[in-house]
Structure formats: structure tokens, C-alpha cells
């Protein structure tokens, strides 16, 4: 089935808002959108509206369509929710025996550091974000997937425009975290992963507020 116009809009806006070429604070208009992409103001309009109810944009009445900032808070807040959902995945795996694809996982983490290698920062974050992901999906709840699913861009997207911002700073620390992850879950000891997962949020939540992002 062929995309619409307006899918194909929304996609291509989306994909430049998380890989960093529209960054926070942009000012987009319809008009030009519309006659970049070769299509009419009514898809353009509708993935528009689309990225707004996602978080992304914002409109702004007779002045165009702004890329929103994600602040220190929401980005918090999204990753405590991630990692809450993991730690709540951790106690069922060690209270029911859940089998996990450790292939899978395996692959993930394999795919982040080959990232790390080549300094792509975005393919880090995508398969760091993949192999939490691969890990809650253990359990089959679908109602975290699907929250899981409205926030994990926008976490990408906050983290990619802090890592072009800060090059001082050392990055790609979760692929340290999810490699210890991977070998507590390889050994069987889910309890283990809990608390490598506990650690690292408290440690993350500690960063950030030093940061004076809030």
C-alpha cells in the first residue's frame, strides 16, 4: 500500500526534527513546506498537526510552526518512565522465569557499539532505545509498549541535540549499561540487572539536576 501524501510529509519532517536538521526553536511555514516537498498546504497541514499531538511542534497562529524544546524536566520524566517500565519488566522476569531472546539482545548491543565506533550517534541511540525495548517486550504488556512508543523519538531527538551541544562531554554511556544488563540477564540474574538499572537512573537523575537543566 503506497503512502500518503501526507504520511510521506510527516515522515520526512520527523526523521529532520530527530536527526537534528530542524532543530528546537525553527520556524517553519506551511507555504514553504509545501512547495519544498512538492505537494499542497493540506498534507503539509495534517502531518503538521500530527507532529503536534506527538509533542514535537507547536503552531503559532499567523506566524508559522515552531520545533518545541524538550526540557531537562520532560526529558527526566521520560526516562524514569523508561526505566521504571524496565525495572517493573525485571521483577516479573525474576518472579515468573520469562525467557528472553538473548540473540536479540545480543544483536542490539552489538549494533550500539558498532555505533560507537563510528560515531553515529543516532544509531546509538536507536538500538539503545531498541534493546530496552527488546526487554520489555518480554513480558508481552502491551499497554508499556505503546506508551513506551509515544516518548522513545523524543527521547532520541533531546539526546542528539545535547550531544551535538556538548563535545566536551563523554558520551554514549549507555552502551556500558546495557552491556551489564545483557550479562547479569545471559547469567540468569534478573535481580542483578534491577539494581544495575536502579543505579544508573539515581546516577542519571543526579547528573542532570547538577546540570541546572530544571
Known sequence: MMASQSEIAYSILKERIIGGRLTPGTLLSE?????????????????????????????LKNRGVLIKEING??????????????????????????????????ELLE????????DDYLSYMKHSMLFIKAVVSSIHNQAMLAVMDTYVDKISMAAYIN???????????????????YEALKDGKADEARRIVKNAL???????LESGQF
Open 163 to 181: 550531544y551535538l551541544n556538548t563535545p566536551y562531554i563523554k558520551h554514549y554511556s549507555a552502551n556500558a549499561l546495557n552491556r551489564s544488563i
Open 202 to 208: 539515581a546516577y542519571a537523575r543526579e547528573r542532570m
Open 31 to 59: 507555504n514553504e513546506l509545501a512547495e519544498e516537498l512538492k505537494m499542497s498546504r493540506t498534507p503539509v497541514r495534517n502531518a503538521i498537526t500530527h507532529l503536534e499531538s506527538e509533542g514535537f511542534v507547536v503552531s
Open 111 to 118: 549494533k550500539q557499539l558498532q555505533a560507537e565506533q563510528a
Open 73 to 106: 524536566k520532560e526529558m527526566l520524566d521520560m526516562y524514569e518512565a523508561t526505566m521504571a517500565m524496565l525495572v517493573y519488566t525485571l521483577d516479573v522476569i525474576g518472579e515468573r522465569g520469562v525467557r528472553l531472546n538473548l540473540e536479540r539482545l545480543a
